[in-house]
C-alpha cells in the first residue's frame, strides 16, 4: 500500500484526495499545504491524514512514498526535481514546467521517465475511442483537426489566487492553464506537430492579468496536415471544448461531452464526476492505472504538447506583450 501526500489543498488538491479513495493499492496519507485554512480543511474531510506546512518536511518523511504535485503552476517543476531526488513517486498536474527552458531541463533530470503527468482528459471515454478511431485506421487517413474552446473565467477567479494571470506564476492564461488539455488532444491523438502560426490577445481582463485570455493558432503537423485551435477565458456560458477530426472517409465530432461520427453517438463522456464536469472523469483512472497498474502517462508522451504549447506562445508574443 503507497502512502501518498497531497501537496497544495486548494481546488483541485480536494479532488485528487477523493479519488484516492478508489484506488486499491494506495491511500490519502498526507497534505501539505502552506495555508492553514487549506490544512484545516484537510482535516475536516479527512481527520486521519498528516498535515505538513513544508514541503521540505513530507521528502524528509519515510513514510510517504508519493507526492502529488497541485501547487500553483510554478512551483510544479522545482518540487518535481527535489522529490526525485528525495526518492519519491510523483504525480504532477498540469503543466508540469511553465517555459520551455524549465521543460528541458527537466527532460534531462535523472528519474524523469518516473514521473506521471495528470493529462486525466485523455482518459475520457469519448477521447479513449477517438484513440481507437486514430489507431485502428477505420475511417482512414486523418486529413485535419479543430478545436474550439469557450471558458469562462473572469474578474473573481483570477482574484481568487495572487498567482493566477501572471507570467512568472502561471507561465500564461486560458493556453497553459485550461484548453492545454484540449491542445494535448490536437497532438496526443492528432500527430506531431511541426510549427505553429498563433496569436494572443486579452479581451476582456485588460486591467486584470497579464497574460492572455484568447488565443488563436494553425498547427502545421508534420505530414502535412493543418490544425486549427481557439480557445478563449471570455465567455459566459458553456464550458465544454468542441473538437473535430476529419479522416478521409468520414468526420468525428467530440463536443456536448459526447464522440459523435455524423449522428452516430459512439461514446459519452457523462458518468461519475469527480469536481466540476469540465474537469473530465479521468483522474480516478489515471490513480487506478498508476498504483493499481503500473501505467501512467509519462513527460515524453506531453512532449508534443508541451512544445507546441511553448511554440504558441513563443509566437504569439512579441516582447513579451499580448495585443
Ligand atoms: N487536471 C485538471 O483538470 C486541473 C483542474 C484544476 C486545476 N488543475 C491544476 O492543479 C494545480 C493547482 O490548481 P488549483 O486550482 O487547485 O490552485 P489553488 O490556488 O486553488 O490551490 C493551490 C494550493 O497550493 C498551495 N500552495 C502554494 N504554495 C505551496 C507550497 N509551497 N507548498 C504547499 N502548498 C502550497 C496553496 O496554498 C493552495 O492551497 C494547477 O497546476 C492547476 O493547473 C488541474
Not at 476529419?246 to 459512439?266: A, H, P, S
Request: with cysteine; glycine share 8%; net charge negative.
Amino acid at each position: 500500500m503507497k502512502n501518498v501526500c497531497i501537496i497544495g489543498y486548494g481546488a483541485i488538491g480536494p479532488i485528487h484526495a477523493d479519488a484516492l479513495g478508489q484506488v486499491e493499492s494506495a491511500r490519502l496519507y498526507g497534505v501539505c499545504d502552506i495555508d492553514p485554512e487549506a490544512l484545516k480543511r484537510a482535516k475536516d474531510d479527512y481527520p486521519q491524514v498528516v498535515c505538513y506546512d513544508n514541503y521540505d518536511d513530507v521528502l524528509k518523511d519515510n513514510n510517504v512514498h508519493s507526492v502529488h504535485i497541485c501547487t500553483p503552476h510554478y512551483l510544479h517543476a522545482p518540487m518535481v526535481k527535489k522529490a526525485l531526488e528525495a526518492g519519491k513517486e510523483i504525480i504532477c498536474e498540469k503543466p508540469i514546467a511553465i517555459t520551455r527552458e524549465e521543460f528541458e531541463d527537466l527532460l534531462s533530470t535523472p528519474g524523469i521517465e518516473k514521473v506521471a503527468l495528470v493529462f486525466q482528459n485523455r482518459l475520457n471515454p469519448c477521447a479513449a475511442k477517438l484513440k481507437e478511431i486514430v489507431d485502428s485506421g477505420e475511417l482512414g487517413e486523418l486529413k485535419a483537426t479543430k478545436a474550439i474552446v469557450t471558458w469562462c473565467r473572469d474578474k473573481s477567479y483570477y482574484e481568487s489566487g495572487e498567482w493566477r494571470g501572471k507570467w512568472a506564476t502561471e507561465g500564461g492564461g486560458v493556453l497553459i492553464n485550461q484548453s492545454v488539455h484540449t491542445l494535448d488532444i490536437l497532438c496526443y491523438l492528432g500527430g506531431e506537430v511541426m510549427d505553429v502560426d498563433a496569436n494572443m490577445y486579452n479581451y476582456s481582463l485588460k486591467d486584470v492579468i497579464e497574460v492572455e485570455d484568447t488565443c488563436t493558432a494553425r498547427l502545421k503537423y508534420k505530414n502535412g496536415n493543418v490544425g486549427i485551435f481557439f480557445a478563449t477565458n471570455a465567455y459566459s456560458y458553456t464550458n465544454f471544448p468542441q473538437i473535430e477530426f476529419v479522416f478521409e472517409k468520414g468526420i468525428v465530432r467530440y463536443m456536448e461531452q459526447g464522440l459523435f461520427v455524423g449522428d452516430k453517438k459512439m461514446a459519452s463522456d457523462e458518468m461519475a464526476v469527480y469536481g466540476k464536469a469540465c474537469w473530465g472523469v479521468g483522474h480516478l483512472g489515471l490513480f487506478v492505472n498508476y498504483y493499481d497498474k503500473g501505467e501512467y502517462f509519462d513527460i515524453y508522451s506531453a512532449k508534443n504538447t508541451m512544445e507546441t504549447m511553448y511554440s504558441i506562445y513563443e509566437k504569439s508574443l512579441n516582447g513579451g506583450k499580448i495585443q
